[in-house]
């Protein structure tokens, strides 16, 4: 009986030390807020969009990557959301394609000053207003 409780605890013992390993590699991801909010006049006259972008990315040499652009990425934002008209924004397909169209925005602007968007996993509106 003792020969098999120790070949059972040597058994786990590889088990937990491989998890803790899987534990220390685990990336960490967090959601950053491009502040402040957008507020862009629309392509029509009168009218204009407020939305919350927050910027899900993983691993802190692409966190620390995305905040140092963070100037170069809401321009890119500005220069996408300007362009839109309110017609654009009506329904929750309009808005998902969006929110396509600023991710692949953020992730050519990574491309073209970073020299690579690894790291950026998505992109979410937390508040959207057309008015």
Same mark, same amino acid.
Request: proline fraction near 0%; hydrophobic fraction near 55%; avoid cysteine.
């Given at each position: 009986? /003792? %020969?098999?409780?120790? *070949?059972l605890?040597?058994?786990c013992v590889p088990h937990y030390a491989l998890a803790g390993e899987d534990e220390a590699t685990e990336m960490?991801?967090?959601y950053l807020a491009m502040t402040p909010k957008f507020t862009v006049n629309l392509a029509e006259p009168k009218k204009?969009? /407020? %939305?919350?972008?927050? *910027?899900?990315?993983?691993?802190?040499?692409?966190?620390?990557?995305?905040k140092k652009h963070l100037p170069a990425l809401r321009h890119s934002l500005i220069?996408?959301?300007s362009g839109k008209s309110s017609a654009d924004l009506q329904t929750a397909e309009q808005r998902e394609a969006l929110r396509l169209d600023a991710l692949k925005v953020i992730k050519e602007?990574?491309?073209?000053?970073?020299?690579?968007?690894?790291g950026l996993r998505d992109l979410f509106?937390?508040?959207?207003?057309?008015?």
């Open positions: 009986m /003792r %020969v098999f409780l120790l *070949l605890s040597l058994l960490v991801v967090e204009y969009l /407020r %939305v919350d972008v927050q *910027l899900m990315v993983e691993g802190d040499k692409a966190i620390e990557k995305v220069m996408l959301f602007t990574l491309e073209k000053y970073a020299k690579n968007n690894d509106f937390t508040e959207f207003l057309v008015q």
